[in-house]
């Protein structure tokens, strides 16, 4: 981390100030709704408990929705220009590594004074969201609020329940829908607009990608595994909201006469190569980028070969760049979002883990009082670089990590041959990867002519824990 210019320890000052700390001021001002009584929940990680979002939905005349999102009014606790918010400054986001977390604020703010946790009442910023009963946006508003959150479920065991599929214990409907009356008709509800909110999107060309992630798993604090994950139905509902929700925060700042940070992912940089991929698997792509065209293909493969789906999604990904922070000023135009098919796009829905979310929870604060933005232009502009910088930074920290992990249970099958991807080529060198262990590594023998996409037996030669290296040769 203090290589990639992140800090994995708060200053004496922060510290100082998050021990000083008594509680949550819960305002009581007009402008604070109280929406206590409603019926909120939160759906996260199991083990998540920097919680940034509740979410809940009430049907209305004509088949319509009311969907609101409530976030964690976390500016309300963490100043500008606060020892706190220089170090979630600095750093911009919390770094997950198979080894150990650092958060972005300190965990008793984050998983706690912060975090919209069960049973806590929380102030919060609420987007809330009119939907047709076909899932179009006919109006929407951002309002301070009040909020209980009345269950925290997890992720595998709300997609386990939705989907119906049996399942063991550990993966058991959620015991919150037995002890929290209306609450199993509430996901209903909320799942089917989701669906109806990913419907729409894809209509409109947003990518139906699908990668797969891998958890750390440790037995009696020794890791044993590294467990390839895949999205799940309920992450698809969270996913779908928080992208409705923060189109809404970007509009809403664009109305209002305030400048934003948009969330861009441009026109894929190497969209040759992915039209390569597509003509090797006797598709036709268009000469140049069209979303439309290229998320049909995708949806075809999909079909055609579920296994071997997020292979083809990760080498995807790989081709189409980076995605990044950028200044919006009001009456000029920004590029949109290639992947998710929106050209309205900000990021404000966990602001305990990510500091461009903060950013605009602030400036959305400004707007409701009619308050000029609290960051300059030209602050913006360089918060929009450093963001961009630290996210790459932390996600090459959490790979460089993962890698070591993988490169530890590797160690013993030193020879041993693997089926694997391409998921990098360049001048710095091949990276392919394999997916038990869920692990990725350089080919450092007969590398000449890979691609990233192209499928090859690779053997493992060598690993090194410390430095995280995985080295495969191509297999005869």
């Not at 089917?192 to 060309?205: D, N, T």
């Not at 391409?422 to 023998?445: H, I, Q």
Request: glycine share 8%.
């Amino acid at each position: 981390m203090l290589e990639r210019g992140l800090l994995p320890d708060f200053s004496p000052a922060a510290t100082e100030q998050a021990s000083a700390l008594t509680g949550t001021t819960i305002e009581s001002a007009p402008a604070v709704r109280d929406l206590r009584g409603l019926l909120w929940a939160s759906i996260d990680n199991d083990d998540s408990r920097d919680l940034d979002q509740l979410s809940v939905a009430e049907p209305m005349n004509g088949g319509a929705v009311k969907v609101l999102v409530a976030i964690a009014d976390v500016d309300g606790t963490v100043k500008a220009g606060s020892p706190i918010d220089d170090h979630a400054r600095t750093n911009t986001t919390s770094v997950y590594t198979a080894a150990e977390i650092f958060p972005m604020l300190p965990e008793r703010l984050s998983t706690d004074l912060t975090s919209l946790g069960e049973g806590q009442e929380r102030p919060a910023v609420v987007i809330e969201m009119i939907l047709s009963g076909e899932g179009t946006l006919l109006q929407s508003d951002i309002y301070r609020a009040v909020v209980l959150n009345r269950a925290k479920l997890a992720y595998r065991s709300v997609a386990a329940w939705l989907s119906g599929a049996a399942a063991p214990s550990a993966l058991a409907a959620p015991a919150a829908l037995a002890t929290v009356a209306g609450l199993d008709q509430q996901l209903r509800i909320q799942d089917r607009v989701a669906q109806m909110l990913k419907r729409i999107r894809h209509e409109h060309g947003a990518l139906g990608l699908e990668t797969i992630e891998s958890r750390a798993v440790f037995d009696n604090g020794v890791l044993s595994d590294l467990q390839a994950e895949h999205k799940n139905r309920a992450e698809e509902l969270i996913e779908d909201f928080m992208i409705a929700a923060n189109g809404v925060s970007a509009r809403f700042l664009a109305q209002k006469g305030l400048p934003s940070l948009r969330r861009v992912l441009r026109s894929p940089e190497r969209w040759d190569r992915i039209a390569a991929l597509a003509a090797g698997l006797g598709e036709r792509l268009p000469d140049a980028p069209d979303a439309r065209t290229l998320n049909a293909f995708l949806a075809k493969r999909r079909e055609a070969d579920p296994l071997r789906f997020p292979d083809l999604s990760l080498a995807i990904i790989k081709l189409m760049g980076r995605g990044e922070y950028v200044l919006d000023l009001p009456g000029e135009r920004t590029a949109g979002h290639f992947a998710l098919a929106v050209d309205d796009y900000t990021h404000s829905t966990a602001p305990n883990r990510r500091f461009p979310d903060l950013i605009t929870q602030r400036l959305l604060k400004a707007a409701l009082t009619g308050r000029q933005a609290p960051y300059t232009a030209a602050e913006l502009q360089a918060l929009a670089a450093h963001c961009t910088d630290q996210e790459d930074n932390a996600a090459k920290v959490e790979r460089q990590v993962r890698k070591s992990a993988a490169a530890m249970l590797l160690g013993s099958r030193i020879g041993a041959a693997f089926d694997a991807i391409v998921t990098g080529a360049s001048d710095k060198g091949t990276w392919v990867r394999v997916l038990d262990p869920a692990a990725e590594g350089r080919v450092v023998k007969g590398f000449e002519g890979l691609d990233v996409g192209a499928r090859v037996r690779v053997q493992l030669v060598h690993t090194d824990v410390e430095r995280g290296f995985i080295d495969f040769a191509r297999a005869a």
